[in-house]
Nanobody
Framework: QVQLVESGGGLVQPGGSLRLSCVAS????????LGWYRQAPGKQRELVAA???????SYPDSVKGRFTIARDNTKNTAYLEMNSLKPEDTAVYYC?????????????WGQGTQVTVSS
């Protein structure tokens, strides 16, 4: 059984920092592309960071320079370091693990963790 479990969300003031963690089980973790997505109320889910099995990272402009994704394959864990947080970063953050394409696609999601940026 595959599980992705996020933790580390919470309430933080604007300008503050949070570190999210995602622990995976039931998959060959090192072979998956890992992504962090977020979904704010009334908005579509959006990708905020991704890291390939080889360690290549990518970010949208909205978080570039503020968010950092990392992975520790020895601990089956992905991280999202979030700095200089803004109220518009408020959302539920989800961890995703993905491998393959088409009928060979394996795609798993965590349950989400709430991040609220407010004074």
């Amino acid at each position: 059984q595959v599980q992705l479990v996020e933790s580390g969300g919470g309430l933080v003031q604007p300008g503050g920092s949070l570190r999210l963690s995602c622990v995976a089980s039931g998959i060959i973790f090192s072979s998956y592309v890992l992504g962090w997505y977020r979904q704010a109320p009334g908005k579509q889910r959006e990708l905020v960071a991704a890291i390939t099995s080889g360690g290549t990272t990518s970010y949208p402009d909205s978080v570039k320079g503020r968010f950092t994704i990392a992975r520790d394959n020895t601990k089956n864990t992905a991280y999202l370091e979030m700095n200089s947080l803004k109220p518009e970063d408020t959302a539920v953050y989800y961890c995703n693990a993905r491998r393959g394409l088409g009928i060979a696609l394996s795609d798993y999601w965590g349950q989400g963790t709430q991040v609220t940026v407010s004074s």
